[in-house]
C-alpha cells in the first residue's frame, strides 16, 4: 500500500511540476517546440505538430514523462544498495522512454496520417 501511495503522489508531483512550469507559461511552451521529445517525435515519425497542436502534445508528453518516471522509481524503491539502484534505474529508464516514445510516436501517425 506504501508503495502504490509513492507511486502516486510521484506520478502527482512530476505532473504538475511540468505542468506549472512548462505548460501554463506561453513563453516555455513555445520554446517546448524545440524540446528534445518534440524533435524526436518530428524527425523519427514525421509529425506535424501544428496540425497536432503544441498544447495537446505538451499534455501527453507530461504524462508520459510522470509515467516513466514513477515507474522507474516504483522498480528501484525495492533495491536496497545505492550503486544498485542507480544503475537499474539507467537500465529501467533509457528503454521506457524508447517505448512510450514510440507509442506516442505510432499513434499520432495513425491519427494524423497524410491522405
Do not use: W
Request: glycine content about 2%; some cysteine.
Amino acid at each position: 500500500m506504501k508503495e502504490l501511495i509513492v507511486y502516486l503522489l510521484t506520478f502527482l508531483i512530476v505532473y504538475l511540476l511540468y505542468f506549472f512550469f512548462v505548460i501554463l507559461k506561453e513563453k516555455k511552451l513555445n520554446s517546448y517546440k524545440k524540446s528534445t521529445e518534440i524533435t524526436f517525435l518530428k524527425t523519427k515519425y514525421k509529425l506535424d505538430i501544428e496540425k497536432i497542436g503544441i498544447n495537446k502534445l505538451s499534455h501527453v508528453c507530461a504524462l508520459s514523462n510522470a509515467f516513466i518516471i514513477a515507474n522507474t522509481l516504483a522498480i528501484v524503491h525495492f533495491i536496497d544498495n545505492f550503486l544498485l539502484k542507480t544503475v537499474v534505474g539507467f537500465i529501467v529508464l533509457i528503454p521506457m522512454i524508447l517505448i512510450v516514445y514510440n507509442f506516442i510516436g505510432k499513434y499520432y501517425q495513425k491519427k494524423y496520417r497524410k491522405k
